[in-house]
T-cell receptor
Framework: AQKITQTQPGMFVQEKEAVTLDCTYD???????LFWYKQPSSGEMIFLIY??????QNATEGRYSLNFQKARKSANLVISASQLGDSAMYFC?????????????FGTGTRLTIIP | DSGVTQTPKHLITATGQRVTLRCSPR?????VYWYQQSLDQGLQFLIQ???????AKGNILERFSAQQFPDLHSELNLSSLELGDSALYFC??????????????????FGPGTRLTVT
């Protein structure tokens, strides 16, 4: 079963507009974490933001915020005032427990294109 | 720059061959994780080492193996290569072995990747 689902394979957004990238997850763990990574065309994976399952407040990092709705098991990434440099692949990932150790499971990604 | 280095950046080899990918974690990080990113399988966790010991295993083929050395650098060995092994291989590092403490979590810092092409 898919543990991380990103339903938007591609999105086109006008520069300076806000954009929401969807992510839903499936876990029976009470303690888990959700991450967003950005992968530009150069290939590197860049950490953007993290949300823990017990965190009361939605995480924010500059122009990035995570809209965490625990009951709906969704962790959408919101980018405010989009810029041309935001064009990239975006991956949602969930920290999973594996006999007490940690691994990340990634979604299939959303390719975001910012239009000038 | 995440502080994680990977060599080589690109590798082109033939089917049936064996290659070694190298990763140096950030200074002070004890955990190294290996991931494979391919077009058909997406980004998949392969294996984790912590301070020289294997800690977690994901979807790693038997033809693949890894190790972490006393200086904490890690190598991923891929043998009997097939066309389907062509992918971007990432390593990531983090300071901790990954034990859970409530909602604490530790960012994994990714290296730039090694792009392997099997012809």
């Amino acid at each position: 079963a898919q543990k991380i689902t990103q339903t938007q394979p591609g999105m086109f957004v006008q520069e300076k507009e806000a954009v929401t990238l969807d992510c839903t997850y499936d876990t029976s763990d009470q303690s888990y974490g959700l991450f967003w990574y950005k992968q530009p065309s150069s290939g590197e994976m860049i950490f953007l933001i993290y949300q823990g399952s017990y965190d009361e407040q939605n995480a924010t990092e500059g122009r990035y915020s995570l809209n965490f709705q625990k009951a709906r098991k969704s962790a959408n990434l919101v980018i405010s005032a989009s810029q041309l440099g935001d064009s990239a692949m975006y991956f949602c990932a969930m920290r999973e427990k594996d006999f007490g150790n940690e691994k990340l499971t990634f979604g299939t990604g959303t390719r975001l294109t910012i239009i000038p | 720059d995440s502080g994680v280095t990977q060599t080589p950046k690109h590798l082109i080899t033939a089917t049936g061959q064996r290659v070694t990918l190298r990763c140096s974690p950030r200074s002070g990080d004890l955990s190294v994780y290996w991931y494979q990113q391919s077009l058909d399988q997406g980004l998949q966790f392969l294996i984790q080492y912590y301070n020289g010991e294997e800690r977690a295993k994901g979807n790693i083929l038997e033809r693949f193996s890894a190790q972490q050395f006393p200086d904490l650098h890690s190598e991923l060995n891929l043998s009997s290569l097939e066309l389907g092994d062509s992918a971007l291989y990432f390593c990531a590092s983090s300071p901790f072995q990954g034990a859970f403490r409530g909602s604490d979590s530790y960012e994994q810092y990714f290296g730039p990747g090694t792009r392997l092409t099997v012809t």
